[in-house]
């Protein structure tokens, strides 16, 4: 097959190489492997089916990702971050066999009013200071025993949190989460969840019985200041695309929509088929590099919905038709993530369906 204008090539091994690395760093504990957001970009019924042996459960944020992975064959533990919001979600949630993650008054009061076939299973997120979803530790005690209580739950409540800072090595933040998680579920049967992939690199007091993985599967680096070339982790992502025209721009002309980069001095100039209709970051910057023929030349002008132009003056073997690495091995999407004042989680997961995905084995 032909790959298109802009396509993305998976590699597969390199996926089963990171989830070794999370057995390296976190020997003892079981691994939740988190594939939301269509395993952030890389394909949730992909990913799971290849990932299935190596790990021990999955997590996805909403059930209708759930649902998708019992519709594609996935057996085991699916847990669901969000839980339900309505009778009709935990009936879902019980009749396909999934965790609901619990962590609102509203979820209890479900609970303990509707009337399941089965109890469900289910763990108890706590709020240790991200303030987002989760129990004050406060509530806990009341919560528990309301669960505990609760006929349409199984026996074993398992107990979770979630880290702010694990990326910041500096800020003390993620010790005092844990410490607070800890002092808060002392003494209680179940299980416990607090890492992160930044925490199953950089904290190891935080691994406990289950560790959930997610950046670090893809193969981009969770940490700040570090790669993830020196984390270990492989790229699982390449971002393609291949030059269209190259053309002569003379100095004192602009390029591209409002004109707003103009050139300082006579440029060969490359247009390549890519752009945010495909999920490249509308405010890359002019510099931001691309790869071609392994040598990096820098963004000109702003990106369009279809296109990017680059500065190819002084490389004169570069022709129309080549290959353009957008990002990925050799080219790490955390360094195009900061050159357009983002995060990698945006670009992995901002690749849109135009964009053809090759899987390599």
Known sequence: MIPAAAYVELDINALRHNVGRVKELAPKSKIIAV????????????????????????????????L????????????????????????????????AVIHSEQQVDLLETENLPAGLP????????????????????DVLQRLLQCR????????????????DLQDDKTTRQ??????????CAGLRSSANSAAIIAWPATHQDWVRPGLMLYGASPL??????????????NFYSRIVVIKQVKKGEAVGYGGSWVATKDILLGVISIG??????????????????????PLVGRVSMDMITVDLTGH?????????????????????????????????????????VIVKK
């Open 68 to 99: 998708r992975l019992r519709a594609a064959n996935i057996q085991g533990r699916i847990l669901v971050l969000q839980g339900f919001s309505g009778p009709d979600e935990l009936l879902l949630m019980q009749h396909n066999q999934l965790e």
């Open 276 to 297: 945010y209709g495909d999920g490249y970051p509308r405010y890359a910057k002019p510099g931001t590099p691309v790869l071609i023929n392994k040598q990096r030349v």
């Open 122 to 141: 289910v763990w108890i997120k706590i709020d240790t200071g991200m303030n987002r979803l989760g129990f004050r530790p406060e509530q806990f005690s």
């Open 316 to 356: 004169t073997d570069i022709k129309t038709g080549d290959q353009v690495l957008l990002w990925g091995a050799g080219l790490p999407v955390e360094e195009i993530a900061g050159y357009a004042d983002t995060i990698p989680y945006t670009l992995l997961c901002g690749i849109t369906r135009r964009v053809q």
């Open 178 to 187: 844990l410490q607070l998680f800890n002092a808060t579920t002392k003494g």
């Open 224 to 237: 700040l200041n570090q790669s993830a070339r020196q984390l270990e982790l492989l790229v699982v992502m």
């Open 152 to 167: 349409n739950v199984q026996a074993e409540i398992n107990f979770m949190t979630h880290f702010a800072n694990a990326d």
């Open 35 to 66: 594939i939301k957001a269509n395993a952030y970009g890389h394909g949730l019924e992909l990913v799971a089916s290849n990932l299935a042996a190596q790990v021990d459960a999955f997590a996805v944020a909403r059930i209708d990702e759930a």
